[in-house]
C-alpha cells in the first residue's frame, strides 16, 4: 500500500475513528471555527533576526512549547510547500521543496542536521492529515457532484497557494480506482485497531515531558501507553484497558522478582498486549521514535531484493571497468585472477561488495559514451553552519531521463542517478533517502537519486592530475607571453588559439555570512553561480524612464551579501519594494523615483560635457511634465557610491544624502546646474544645491 494512504493518516482514538494530526479544522457549514495556523510568533521572532530555541529529549523529540511550536510551524510549512495533490511524499520531485521546508524550519528554530529526517518525516505527515482534512470537509459528501472540482469559497479564502489547478488534480485523484481501492484497504485496517488512545497530538510526547516534570524520570512505555487511555476522570475508556493494566501490574512484580526479564523488544508491555512488536511504530512511544532507537537493537543487514536496480548496478560497473579498460590500453582477458579480485557474479551483500577504490573514482572518460557515468562530488547543505558540504565522491550517469527509477520511484527532473564509490562523511544522511539506506556509509555501491544542483562533476579538474599531461595555467600562458615579451612574432598561431581563462565566479564564505542571509546565498551559489541563471522581475512602471525587466545574476546576489558596491539592479529591487510600500499608504501620490540608470555616470571614455548634458535632459524630460507637489528621488551613484538626491521641481531645491557625510562628486554637481540651466528656458530654474 502506499506509504501516503490519506484514509489511514493518524493513531486512534477510537477503533475506526482517525484522530486529525498537526493540521487545521474545517466546517463548511459554520464560520467562527479554527482558521489555518499562520503562527505570528514564528514571524515576529525571524523579524527580529532571531531563532527560537528547542530542547530534545534522549529520543531526539521536542520538548516543551518550542516543541509545540515546531510541530505547529512544520504544519504551516506543509500547507504552504507540499502540492495537495501528491499521492507519495516520497517522491523524487518533492526534494527541492523538501530542502525548502528544512531551510525555512532552521531559519526559525535551532535544529541541527540530525533532526532533518525527523523534520521531514513529520511534514509528510501534517500534509498528510491536512489532505484528509480537505477531503472530508469538502470532497467526501459531493465528490460526485459537478461543483466539486471548483474550489469552495473557504479553500479560496484560507489557503491562497492552492490553485485551481492544484485542486482539480487533487479531485481527480480522489476520484481515481487506485484511490477508492486504497481507501477501502485502509478502512478494513482500521476495523482491526483493538486499542484506541485519549491523547490528542503528540500525545505520547506531551504525556512522556509531563511524567518527567513531576518525577523527574521519564515514564516507562507501559505507563505511558495506560496513562493514554486513561479518561479524564481517572477511569479506563474500556473494561478491556482495566484487565490490561491487571496484567501488566502482575508482570511488574514478576519483573521485581526475578521471574521475568525484558530481552529487546519482549518487555513488559509487548507481554501484555500478547502480540510482538510491529517492525514500524512502537506502541506507547511517539510516531518518531524508531525500534532501533528505543530498544538498541542492532540492524541486522539488508538484502537488496529489487531485480531491476541489481541488474542497473551490474550493468554500471560493467560499464566503468570497460572505461577504465579503455582508457589505460588493458586486455581484461589478460589480467590475472589473483588481480582481478572477485566477479559479478559473487556479489551478495547491497553494502561494500560494490564499492570502488580511489583510483576507480578519480578516473574519467575523456569522450564518454552515451550513458556512461562521470566521476562527481556530492553535496548536502549544510544549512546550520552555512554552505554545503562535501559527503562523497561517486559516479553521475548524467543521461538518465525523469521516467528512470531508481529503487522502485521514479527519477524526477531534478534528480541525477549517481552511485557512491568513496565516502567523506559516513554518517551524513542522503538528501533522497530510500528503503534500504538513509546514509552516506550504507549506500555505499548501491544506486540513489541525487540533486543535479548538489553534484558537481569532477573529470576534467581530474584529467589535468595525470601523469602525462601537463596542468592548464589558469592565466591562459601568461609565463609563457612573458618569456616572448620584446620579440619579433612569426608565427603566433597557437597564442592566438589560445583564449585568456574565464575568472571563475567567487565562492560565499558562509562562516561569515548571516543567518537570515544563508538560504539566499546557498540558492545563488547552487543555481545561479555556474549555469548563470537570472531573476527576472518585471518593471511594470515603477520607476521614470525606465520599464525594462530587472535581471538579478549571481553577482548582484554576491555583492549585496558580502557588503559590496550594490548594483543599480539591486537597487531598483528596492525601489520596487519601497513603492509598493508607497502605494499601500497613499504616499505615491507624493514621489516618484528616477531610474539610476539615466542619470550615474555608467559609461566611459566619453566627452564628459556631452555626457552629462544627455542624463540632464533626460531629468528635464521626466520634470517637465511633474504635477504640483510631488518629488522625485533620484539614487545617483558616484563610483562605488550611492547617494539619495531628493528633486522638488516646485520649490527650487535638491537635496542629497550621503552616507559618508561629505560632499558629493563634481559631476553630480555638474549635472544638476546643467539641469538648472535647463529649466532656466522655462522660468523655473533649480536655485541651489543644498
Known sequence: ?????????????????????????????????????????????????QRIEVSFDAKGQPLGKSGDELQSWIGVLAREHIPIWISDFRSADLAPRKELVWMEVVTSFTVDESHKRQVLKS????????????????????????????????????????????????????????????????????KKSKYGSTGGRDGYRKCDQAHFEKTGKYAERYERWLDMRVKPDGQFKKEEFKNIAETIEDITQQETQGSFESVGTEDILTKALGNAEHSGRIRGQSKFVKQSQYFNLVRPPREKDDVQDMKLKIAALERTVQELCAQHGINRETIPEEMAGPTVDQHNSFKASCTMNEKEAGVSDPNPTPNASKECQLFI?????????????????????????????????????????????????????????????????????????????????????????????????????????????????????????????????????????????????????????????????????????????????????????????????????????????????????????????????????????????????ILRNAPKGKRFLMPYNSGQHWILAVIDPWDDSVMYFNPLGNEPGDDFKDLITTVGWKRNETATQLADVD
Not at 493518516?9 to 489555518?36: H, L, M
Open 381 to 621: 547543505p549544510d544549512l546550520v553552519n552555512g554552505g554545503v558540504v562535501l559527503v562523497a565522491i561517486g559516479r553521475a550517469y548524467m543521461d538518465c531521463v525523469p521516467t528512470d527509477t531508481v529503487h522502485g520511484n521514479p527519477l524526477g527532473e531534478e534528480n541525477v542517478r549517481v552511485t557512491i564509490t568513496v565516502p567523506k562523511i559516513n554518517n551524513a544522511l542522503l538528501p533522497i533517502p530510500t528503503n534500504e539506506a538513509t546514509s552516506i556509509e550504507e549506500a555505499v555501491g548501491g544506486f540513489v537519486a541525487w540533486p543535479k544542483t548538489l553534484v558537481v562533476q569532477t573529470s576534467f579538474s581530474q584529467a589535468s592530475k595525470c601523469p602525462n599531461r601537463a596542468p592548464q595555467r589558469e592565466a591562459g600562458g601568461s609565463k609563457r607571453t612573458k618569456k616572448r615579451a620584446g620579440r619579433n612574432k612569426l608565427k603566433s598561431q597557437p597564442e592566438v588559439e589560445q583564449q585568456p581563462a574565464q575568472e571563475e565566479p567567487p565562492s560565499f564564505d558562509f562562516d561569515n555570512i548571516s543567518f537570515e542571509l544563508r538560504p539566499l546565498a546557498f540558492y545563488a551559489q547552487s543555481s545561479m553561480r555556474d549555469d548563470g541563471t537570472q531573476i527576472i522581475c518585471p518593471q511594470q512602471h515603477f520607476v521614470m524612464g525606465d520599464d525594462m525587466p530587472i535581471y538579478i545574476g549571481f553577482e548582484d546576489v554576491y555583492h549585496f551579501i558580502t557588503f559590496k558596491e550594490i548594483s543599480a539592479n539591486s537597487i531598483m529591487i528596492y525601489i520596487r519594494y519601497l513603492v509598493e510600500c508607497c502605494a499601500r499608504t497613499g504616499m505615491d501620490q507624493r514621489f516618484e523615483f528616477i531610474s539610476p540608470g539615466l542619470v550615474s555616470p555608467v559609461q566611459q571614455n566619453v566627452d564628459r560635457a556631452t555626457y552629462v548634458r544627455e542624463r540632464a535632459d533626460n531629468i528635464l524630460w
Open 1 to 49: 500500500m502506499s506509504q501516503d494512504h490519506d484514509e489511514e493518516c493518524s493513531t486512534q482514538t477510537e477503533v475506526g475513528k482517525p484522530r486529525r494530526t498537526n493540521s487545521p479544522k474545517f466546517n463548511p457549514d459554520e464560520d467562527g471555527k479554527r482558521r489555518a495556523t499562520i503562527m505570528t510568533r514564528v514571524h515576529q521572532v525571524r523579524t527580529r533576526g
Open 123 to 190: 511534514c509528510g505527515e501534517s500534509a498528510k492529515g491536512f489532505r484528509y482534512d480537505l477531503y472530508q470537509a469538502f470532497v467526501r459528501d459531493h465528490i460526485d457532484e459537478e461543483n466539486v472540482w471548483q474550489r469552495p469559497p473557504k479553500v479560496v479564502h484560507n489557503y491562497p497557494t492552492i490553485t485551481q489547478e492544484d485542486w482539480e488534480k487533487f479531485i481527480q485523484y480522489r476520484r481515481s480506482p487506485e484511490f477508492k481501492r486504497l481507501s477501502e484497504q485502509g478502512s478494513e485496517i482500521r
